[in-house]
């Protein structure tokens, strides 16, 4: 399992999330977020931007199925 990353103020630039806040800010799954911020780092913006694009994906994916 990948590391769970910690954060002291969930809106401090300088912090990593926490995977729960992440998730649930976002209404991802706890490993979806997992990994996202495993994979974009401590950026808050580059992992809200991800995060953006991920559930932007699966609309897209859930359109396009028949």
Known sequence: MLKAQRVLDPGSEGDPYAV???ADKH???LKAAEIILVSNGPSHNACDAAARAFLAALDLRGRYQT
Do not use: D, H, I, T
């Open 27 to 29: 209404g991802l799954s």
């Open 20 to 22: 729960a806040y992440f």
